[in-house]
């Protein structure tokens, strides 16, 4: 017996006389669960941690047991943040010099030919625009983050682009006045406000911490001295990669993640330096409220956008094929809302073909702003579209006919970073003079795009006659496909011929619901 107590006393362990909750858990051992019988009593269940991990190109969660993103096939250590997308997607680091050294070598090739020209486009970066980030720790990462902007400054190094075929401009913070030219005072203190701030929200989505008005004002110096110097000639193009982005800014709120308006900034810029008409084409995938506000008065800026919309159901749900302008300037401002997701290259390339620049080449701008979101791209887990960089490259090379070539790109949306650091790139390597080798003819939309594009095309058509010929057009080709679904629903009908003698039999009835006299509801 004292044996066994002594053995008892030797597997406790002595505690303090007065225990608190932490030193009850703590030694939760000490405990002896054979002093007494407590029926009601539950053992605590010690709490499993599930390890889990954020891909580093779509932000998605994966267990910590499988080493590629489960959304987008990323592997666990990718190297994009180094290499950009010609990093590997399936092997880690280690395997990434190699395929980074091929993709150089084969850039280096294709644009050797222009090595003359290397400063003809102009980037503007800062590295101070990757300070602006979320400080506050959530379960998930915010998809406008820093590493947006390192993914295409890691391809475009990788390709010989940036540094190399492109030349930089150095960056500055926007002046109060150039601001008060677009936002409000109060809209301006807000944002400058946040200067103070370890961490702070304009709206649930929209963060901002003590760098971010500092990255807000160099981004938009960066677009105003970009479009300056590309309406001057001193450039023939450029490509602000900058952030936050800008589009949803309005008049007087920061919303979807922009603070200030880089685009319309922009157009500003270059009506101060002579420009009369401006024209800004959005690509992202939400409407550009922002824009379509500071301008919807203003006819000496056409405004045209290219969105998901969806009834007004998709963020932010404004840009109806109905929102033209007002006061004068009805026709200035062009939505093409999609009807749904999963729109690809032949519905953008449809709508350039028979919208776009059949008004932008009667408005005959002399400045071209392209609002270059890539969250419409493949990939993307905010956009869920389906544009290629293939795509890019042909909406970019269409628009650099117009403006003589004064074309200035602004990075605005875009969330998987392997899509868009390649579409990114593809479209830089139009503005340094590459060529497409897309073909234009035979594009065929789909059903839901060619609605759209007809939808746009009879209201704009008060306000572009030119787009009365277009209208006709496509009013066959959307009667034709009616005739080709009727025909094809008849064959289906008849795959199966019933027997002929089913016509006078007791099966009469089945006979002429199978060969289409009737119908069952």
Known sequence: MAANINEDTQKKVRLPKELTFQDMYNNQDAFDEDDEDDSDWEPVQKHIEILKWFCTNCTMVNLDDVFLCDICGEHKESGILRHGFYASTFSPEVELIQVESEATGSEKEIWSEASASNCSTAVGFDERMLLHSEVEIKSHPHPERPDRLRAIAASLSAAGIFPGKCCPIPAREITLEELQMVHSSEHIEVVELTRQMFSSYFTPDTYANEHSAHAARLAAGLCADLASAIFSGRVRNGFALVRPPGH????????????????????????????????????????????????????????????????????????????VGTKGAEGYCVNIPWSRGGVGDNDYIFAFQHVVLPIASKFAPDFTIISAGFDAAR???????????????????????????????????????????????????????????????????????LLTVLEVLKIQMKYWPNLSSSFEKLQLQRAMYSVEKKH??????????????????????????????????
């Open 488 to 521: 094809k629903q008849v064959k289906r009908r008849r795959v199966f011929e019933p027997p002929l003698w089913w016509r006078w039999g007791r099966k009469q009835l089945l006979f002429h619901i199978l060969t289409g006299h009737f119908h069952l509801k």
């Open 379 to 449: 990939g993307d887990p905010l956009g869920c579209c389906d544009v290629t960089p293939a795509g890019y490259t042909q909406m970019t090379h269409m628009l650099s006919t117009l403006s003589g070539g004064k074309l200035l790109v602004v990075l605005e949306g875009g969330y998987n970073l392997r899509s868009i650091s390649s579409s990114a790139t593809a479209v830089i390597k139009v503005l340094l003079g590459g060529s497409c080798e897309c073909e234009l003819e035979n594009i065929i939309p789909s059903k839901a795009g």
């Open 248 to 323: 949803h800014a309005g008049v007087t709120q920061a919303m979807g993640f922009c603070l200030h308006n880089n685009a319309a900034v922009a157009a500003l810029a270059a009506q101060a330096a002579g420009a009369k008409k401006v024209l800004i084409v959005d690509w992202d995938v939400h409407h550009g409220n922002g824009t379509q506000e500071i301008f919807d008065q203003n006819k000496s800026v056409l405004y045209i956008s290219l969105h998901r919309h969806e009834g007004g159901k998709f963020y932010p749900g404004t840009g109806s094929a109905f929102e």
